[in-house]
Structures are given as C-alpha cells and as structure tokens.
C-alpha cells in the first residue's frame, strides 16, 4: 500500500513539471526585434489592453450600480419604516 502511495504522489508532483518544459528547438541566441518576428508570432497589445480596460470599467460601473440600487431599497424601507413608527404614535 505504502508503494502505491509513494508512485501516486511521485505521479502527482513530476507530471506538472513535465508538462512546462520548454519547447524542443535552436535555442534562441540573443535578442531579436520584433520587426524580424514573422507575422504569425507577433501579438498586438493594443487591442487586448483595450479590452481589459474595459472589461475592469464596465465591472467597476456594474458593482456602483448594483450598491446604488441596494442603498435605494434600505432607504426605501427606511422611509416605510418611518411611517409605520409614525402611525403608531411611537417617537424615536
């Protein structure tokens, strides 16, 4: 049983560091501009940048939006509350 444990575990922590090893190939030497690059390696950031921004924008504004309703409905109540307290004769 303790063999069994022993290979499991020894699967569990050489399989992850076996799967980022890196790419077979000529070792790159140096650095290289990447006007050199072929178009298929290069990535443009501008668009992706973009996107985050406004993917953390538009959740910003939603979790505002969300607080904002939320606080509408605890005045709400409030003023509900108020007016019972009030019709009962009760003061603060």
């Not at 501009?33 to 959740?59: C, R």
């Amino acid at each position: 049983m303790k063999a069994l444990i022993t290979f499991v575990w020894s699967l569990w922590l050489t399989i992850p560091m076996l799967a980022f090893q890196p790419p077979a190939g000529p070792p790159i030497e140096g650095f290289e501009p990447i006007d050199k690059l072929p178009p298929a390696e290069q990535l443009p950031a501008a668009p992706l940048l973009v996107a985050a921004y406004v993917f953390a924008w538009l959740a910003v504004f939603f979790y505002l939006w969300t607080v904002w309703r939320r606080l509408n409905k605890v005045e709400a109540e409030m003023r509900v509350f108020e007016k019972r307290q009030s019709q009962r004769g009760n003061p603060r």
